[in-house]
């Protein structure tokens, strides 16, 4: 595998993953204006089983679907339920479009309050140049000290347990959970989803760097519009690092996991409060 921060490696080459089987092109959902939306189910998970379809999807905000899009997701995917991780000032600057899904419940689980930087792109194409510019040191760094504090901060945890509930509690249809881009925060969940789930460690994490296969458009939206302000130079790891999925967030994440709880299913169990007894009912509900 190719990693972005290999200098020899041309801009715009992120890492990207190993096919998993019996689950062609990571589950994307082909629609107009939103890029990133994936159905998990399909993938091997525990027991020779597979998750579900039509159940749990994985997205970037829906401020910009059209509103075939958004048909599709209901029509045909059984969009039910919407979980958005993003903060309340991304939400009140782009908000999801409720009126135009009538029926969907919507749950506010922010895992930060306040911006993150570089992960929460809040400000739109003009305020990732804006994000880019100010870096100091290695934007790796920066983004890669963020991941620890989802998992395990405060106000991600609460977000991430009451994210688990919802999808307990749901009988039927699909929920779909969103931050941004669907990479960084929604990523996280989809993680612990799987995990929960049994899916292998190495599908998760080939699920997790699949979002680079369809966030190239914006990352080069963002190069081109710099490169038209000559401010392109010098900056072609900072676009890697805050477009792209990275086994070294990844790691970072987990490994902070670990060491504070010891494993992962410790963390579901005493830091989430989402113990055996709720894995094997999540598993009921979504493994076929």
């Known amino acids: 595998m190719t ?26 959902i082909s629609l107009r204006g939103l890029h990133n939306t994936r159905d998990l189910g399909g993938m091997p998970a525990a027991d020779g089983r ?13 401020h910009h679907a059209t509103d075939e899009d958004l048909t599709q997701l209901t029509a045909m995917h059984d969009l039910e339920r919407v979980v958005d991780f993003r903060t309340d000032l991304e939400r009140d600057k782009e908000p999801d479009p409720k009126a135009k899904l009538p029926g969907v419940v919507f749950y506010d689980l922010p895992v930060f309050q306040e911006s993150a930087v570089g992960i929460t792109h809040e400000g739109g194409l003009a305020g990732d140049m804006k994000t ?6 290695d934007p790796f760094d920066v983004i890669r000290d963020l991941y620890p504090e989802s998992l395990l901060g405060e106000d991600g945890m609460r977000a991430y347990a009451d994210f688990l509930q919802v999808l307990l509690g749901a009988p039927s249809g699909a929920t779909l959970w969103h931050c941004t881009e669907g990479k960084d925060r929604a990523g996280m969940g989809a993680i612990l989803v799987e995990y929960a789930l049994g899916v292998p460690v190495d599908y998760i994490r080939a699920d997790y760097l699949a979002t680079n296969l369809f966030v190239r458009t914006w990352a080069e939206k963002v190069l081109d519009l710099m490169a038209r302000h000559h401010v392109l130079e010098g900056i072609d790891a900072d676009v890697d690092a805050l477009f792209y999925a990275q ?33 094997a009912e999540l598993r009921a509900r979504y493994l076929e």
């Open 132 to 137: 880019l510019k100010q870096f100091n040191g």
């Open 50 to 62: 597979r998750i579900a379809r039509r159940r749990l999807i994985r997205s970037g905000a829906l």
């Open 3 to 28: 990693t972005a921060k290999d200098a020899e490696e041309p801009l715009g080459n992120p890492e990207l993953p190993e096919p998993i089987p019996g689950f062609p092109d990571f589950g994307h």
């Open 247 to 279: 086994m070294e967030y990844y790691r970072a994440a987990f490994d902070a996991v670990r060491k504070e709880f010891g494993t992962v299913d410790n963390y579901l169990a005493d830091g989430l409060g989402f113990g055996p007894d709720a894995v």
